[in-house]
């Protein structure tokens, strides 16, 4: 089956600080890669929506200069949270999807803790 | 799809007892359905999905579940649990924008 990678599994970083979380899709081609934010006990909230060289489109409420997506080829996109706050600590999941396919293949996510 | 509801945000069975997770969503139009697990402290792992064709589906780990378009549902249903299936269960929808609708989540809590 496909996989998805995330890197890293785990980090803390201090207030002020930036931190870029990777996504790649290690054996197929990514048409599209979503960043979702998990908070604890509850669902996935979709943070936005990336395709191969254009801009990322970002939900409602989601600050695009805080939260910054880019995917640059068709297996790897980032995210970088700029300046990262207390607040911003959670857990961060990538998926990827391929062409022509609705399902959504997912990393293992990224568990930030901003001190 | 306007949203997916998964009624029972908790449900406690015991261990090689049936379970069924409720699933429902509403759409005016033709959606795919998914169901995704989640054990603790790791992404989301793909049970089982609907696109097209038999409304009964087979998951991985003994899971299936049957899309009933009149209901409207999909619910997700093992005719008996273990131990490792504790985690956290979640329906997603999709239309044709390819983004997931997700419900809240069930916790599956096998009791010994």
């Known amino acids: 089956g496909a996989v998805v990678s995330q890197h890293p599994s785990r980090v803390i970083c201090k207030s002020g600080t930036s931190v870029k979380i990777e996504c790649r899709s290690l054996d197929f081609q990514a048409t599209t890669m979503f960043w979702y934010r998990q908070f604890p006990k509850k669902s996935l909230m979709l943070m936005a929506t990336?395709?191969?060289?254009?801009?990322?489109?970002?939900e409602q409420g989601v600050e695009k200069d805080k939260f910054l997506i880019n995917h640059a080829s068709l297996t790897l996109s980032t995210l970088t949270v700029t300046s990262a706050h207390p607040e911003d600590s959670s857990f961060y999941i990538c998926?990827?999807?391929?062409?022509?396919?609705?399902?959504?293949?997912f990393g293992p996510g990224t568990r930030l803790t901003v001190t | 799809a306007q949203s997916v509801t998964q009624l029972d945000s908790q449900v406690p069975v015991f261990e090689e007892a049936p379970v069924e997770l409720r699933c429902n969503y509403s759409s005016s139009v033709s959606v795919y359905l998914f169901w995704y697990v989640q054990y603790p402290n790791q992404g989301l792992q793909l049970l089982l999905k609907?696109?097209?064709?038999s409304t009964l589906v087979k998951g991985i780990n003994g899971f299936e579940a049957e899309f009933n378009k009149s209901q409207t549902s999909f619910h997700l249903r093992k005719p008996s649990v273990h131990i490792s299936d504790t985690a956290e269960y979640f329906c997603?929808?999709?239309?044709?924008?390819?983004?997931?609708?997700w419900g809240a989540g069930t916790k599956l809590i096998i009791k010994p």
């Open positions: 609907y696109l097209s064709g």
């Open positions: 990336s395709n191969e060289g254009s801009k990322a489109t970002y």
């Open positions: 998926s990827a999807r391929a062409p022509a396919s609705y399902e959504q293949y």
């Open positions: 997603a929808v999709s239309e044709s924008n390819y983004q997931l609708i």
